[in-house]
């Protein structure tokens, strides 16, 4: 379908759905999903093969054993704790394993997988006999670049003779010299530099090219030039192409299609969320005041699991955190005045569990899954611009898959007649009843 972005809940392109008060990039979005995360997202959905080599059938392989890796790096893969491949990996590892080797486009959400599985599907490439780069990983942020190049040395730590190089701002090379390293993970400008115009490298033999994160490339300027310039001059040709999204879009695919040639093409789809096996409660409020009054009710409640409290704007969000910490609740808050350093900070203290509680506005949370989360307090319910009810927002933050057995809780703050209004349409929506709950009386949540 055109312009389909369901993936982060359509998260980004479309149209603002609230008085935003703050902006985050894509590529911001990424990283801070990527630091957030816990482990693998379970996804009951099957693999959709969009296209394959007729000659070389797709199949899937339930164990690392049975992928042929070399010992080290079989070894790597278990003291990272991974036991068994997640589903993309079950299906793409083989096929990025093949000899001779094939293309591959894949897509799936945040978490599913896919850095794990082209890492080591890049360790694996690697002939360590030969002292110059092989492999190139074009990633679209400092950050994510670094991120990559984390995986890939934990999972090489027992194969001490592959090197890796970060091609990113702040790395230097003197004039003249030849880079020796036989992995590159970069970022398209500094790999530009590097490769077109100082000859650090040469891009004719690279025999694994892997573009990371394509949805976020594309969505950051003069990447997607530059993505070309470098695929221009990757000429080798055994060249592997590893290409992949979180997203799924038709600029995602034509990006795609004119980086990578005769590719095999997976997709997991994303689960659907569902309110089942949530609570919904609502809490009636006459202002803000009385909002607050509820929160710190219920603060007993909700900080038993792990909380996330959504207000409509940043100003919201700051007096909240503001007056729960002068009444000694521990709070942290993840707003647009932080520095990508310390919002990391939050996320990473969050993720530990050493904060209990996260107070954020939407467009910061928007299309940031986080899942440890088993209660949602909306102190502001979420409307679009003409200020009725935004389910899907609503969805997205209360909503789980299927994956979750586990109840969750929403508590939804209402003051006034036109809130109130929002949580009928809401109830009406989901055809599900949102109980009334007195937070004098929180015994009354289960
Ligand atoms: P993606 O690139 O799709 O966002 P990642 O490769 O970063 O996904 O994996 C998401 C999380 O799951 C990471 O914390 C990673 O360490 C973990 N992970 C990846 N593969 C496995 C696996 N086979 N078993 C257990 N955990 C895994």
């Not at 801070?32 to 379970?42: A, F, S, T």
């Not at 392989?61 to 790597?76: I, R, S």
């Not at 004039?175 to 500094?190: A, D, F, L, M, V």
């Not at 929002?422 to 109830?427: A, D, N, S, Y």
């Amino acid at each position: 379908k055109p312009g389909e972005q369901v993936e982060n809940g359509g998260a980004e392109g479309g149209p603002k759905k609230e008085e935003d008060d703050e902006e985050i990039s894509v590529a911001e979005k990424a990283l801070l999903q990527k630091i957030v995360r816990k482990g693998l997202i379970e996804n009951k959905n099957d693999i959709e093969v969009q296209r394959k080599d007729p000659s070389s059938p797709l199949y899937h392989v339930k164990t690392f054993e049975a992928m042929n890796l070399k010992p080290a790096l079989l070894k790597g893969v278990y003291a990272m704790g991974f036991y068994a491949p997640s589903k993309i990996q079950e299906t793409a590892l083989p096929t990025l394993l093949a000899d001779p080797p094939q293309n591959m486009i894949a897509q799936s959400q945040s978490g599913t997988g896919k850095t794990a599985a082209f890492v080591l599907a890049m360790l694996s490439r690697v002939d360590t006999t030969k002292d110059y780069p092989q492999v190139l990983c074009l990633s679209p942020t400092y950050e994510l670049a670094i991120q990559t190049g984390e995986v890939a040395a934990r999972m090489a730590s027992y194969d001490p003779d592959i090197k890796i190089r970060f091609a990113v701002r702040g790395e230097e090379v003197n004039r003249g010299e030849k880079i020796t390293e036989h992995i590159i993970i970069g970022t398209p400008g500094k790999v530009v530099d590097w490769a077109l115009k100082f000859r650090f490298f040469n891009l004719a033999q690279i025999t694994v090219f892997i573009l990371d994160e394509a949805d976020v490339m594309i969505a950051t300027q003069g990447h997607q030039d530059q993505s070309y310039r470098i695929r221009k001059g990757l000429t080798n040709p055994n060249l592997q192409i590893m290409f992949f999204s979180a997203t799924y879009d038709e600029e995602v695919m034509e990006f795609a299609e004119a980086i990578v040639s005769n590719p095999v093409i997976i997709r997991l789809k994303r689960e659907e969320e569902s309110l089942d096996n949530i609570k919904q409660y609502y809490v009636q409020c006459k202002d803000k005041e009385e909002k607050y009054q509820a929160i710190s009710n219920i603060y007993g409640v909700i900080t038993i699991g792990q909380a996330m409290i959504f207000c409509r704007t940043r100003q919201t969000s700051m007096w909240l955190a503001e007056k729960m910490k002068k009444d000694g609740h521990a709070v942290a808050m993840l707003s647009g005045e932080l520095t990508v350093e310390q919002r990391i900070a939050v996320l990473d203290r969050f993720r530990e569990g050493k904060d209990k509680v996260l107070i954020t506005t939407n467009v910061l949370a928007r299309g940031i899954d986080i899942e440890q989360v088993t209660i949602v307090v909306n102190f502001d319910l979420p409307v679009d611009m003409k200020r009725q009810a935004d389910c899907d927002t609503y969805l997205h933050r209360i909503g789980r898959t299927g994956r979750f057995g586990k109840a969750g809780i929403a508590i939804n703050l209402v003051d006034g007649s036109e809130s109130f209004a929002v949580l009928k349409q809401i109830e009406q929506h989901f055809g599900k009843k949102i109980m009334k709950l007195d937070s004098e009386d929180v015994d009354e949540i289960e």
